[in-house]
């Protein structure tokens, strides 16, 4: 394999075989890799450069390690091993193929109902799993950190040589994913470099001493929930229409856009698109944090319970 050779060779990762970089972030190299001694399959490793950080960054990855240790779902990308060398830190992780759902929406243009609900429905699964189950919080949703498990339908990012009897399959680029098909894939939350653990789950306690706990700790538990809700509007308004529900090009405009919550259901692109879809976006890009849906209302919204049909007649 030509691109083998051309893999950077890390201390200490002997075990695994690095077979292509699959992304990157501020620190870090994101590589797919195969296990030299096939217990597992191919998996992700995070190479994070130490060297380039400070303390409180390095302090930083160890949360991220430490948060994800303890996390189990199946809509979440699971923590296989860590460990480091004197310039790195390896997280391997379980891997996504399929890789970010922002290069579906770029792919796809926009996403149908059923199919940005089949997708949805999953976030709110590891979003409900991390508020209710596990006391953490995700603080980074965008679909640049949504990655998925590609059905056998949908094209991969790294699609497998074609197999005996394939030759039906179609082409890539020309598919597109709906919920009939199995829609398009499982869809898994990764990074968690902002996360934040906002209760023990032990304990099933506030982190601090029960009883002596201070309202606005109890309420800042609430926020940051309300911060992963607010993300997770801007994520479905996106998947309906291709573009997200605050834009501008200068930062500032942007910001005061947001504080007001100033976001519109643009015209002609919003109106094919029910009323009741956009009623639980409205829920979520609410200001007020107070006023916003919790995960618990969302699951309970007409739009994600309903099928096709009942959508398109509350239309
Ligand atoms: P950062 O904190 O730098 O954003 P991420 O953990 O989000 O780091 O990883 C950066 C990118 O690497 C992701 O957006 C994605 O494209 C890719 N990536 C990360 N983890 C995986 C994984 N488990 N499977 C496939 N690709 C991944
Ligand atoms: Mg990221």
């Not at 002997?14 to 620190?27: C, H, P, S, T």
């Not at 130490?50 to 303390?55: D, H, L, P, T």
């Not at 391997?92 to 149908?112: A, D």
């Not at 107070?290 to 009942?310: M, V």
Request: net charge negative; charged share 25%.
């Amino acid at each position: 394999n030509l691109n083998r050779s051309k893999m950077p060779k890390y201390p200490g990762l002997e075990r695994w075989i690095l077979v292509e970089k699959m992304g990157d972030g501020a620190f870090s190299n994101v590589y797919r890799a195969k296990d030299s001694t096939t217990e597992y399959g191919e998996v992700a490793i995070k190479v994070v450069r130490k060297f380039e950080m400070n303390s409180n960054q390095r302090a930083n990855i160890l949360k991220e390690v430490q948060i994800m240790r303890n996390l189990d779902h199946p809509n979440v990308v699971k923590l296989i091993d860590f460990s480091e060398s004197r310039q790195y830190y390896y997280i391997v992780l379980e891997l996504c193929p399929g890789g970010e759902l922002f290069h579906q929406i770029v792919r796809l243009t926009y996403f149908s109902e059923d199919l940005s609900r089949h997708v949805i429905r999953q976030v709110a699964e590891a979003i409900e799993y991390l508020h209710e189950t596990s006391g953490v919080v995700h603080r980074d949703i965008k679909p640049e950190n949504l990655l998925f498990y590609p059905t056998p339908h949908v094209p991969s990012k790294n699609p497998k040589p074609q197999q005996p009897g394939d030759e039906d399959k179609e082409d890539e680029g020309e598919f597109i994913p709906g919920v009939g098909s199995g829609g398009i894939g499982k869809i898994k939350l990764a990074d968690f470099g902002l996360s934040k653990v906002i209760w023990d789950s032990q304990t099933m306690t506030p982190c601090g001493t029960v009883g002596y706990t201070a309202p606005e700790i109890v309420k800042d538990e609430r926020y940051s929930k309300s911060v992963d809700m607010w993300a997770m509007g801007c994520v479905l308004y996106t998947l309906l229409c291709g573009f997200p529900p605050f834009y501008d090009e200068s930062i500032q405009v942007l910001t005061e856009k947001v504080a007001r919550g100033q976001y519109t259901f643009l015209s002609p692109w919003w109106d094919e698109i029910s009323k009741s879809a956009q009623d639980l976006i409205s829920h979520l890009l609410t200001v007020d944090p107070e006023k916003r849906f919790t995960i618990k209302e969302f699951l309970a919204h007409p739009w994600i319970k309903g099928t096709d049909e009942e959508t398109t007649a509350a239309a």
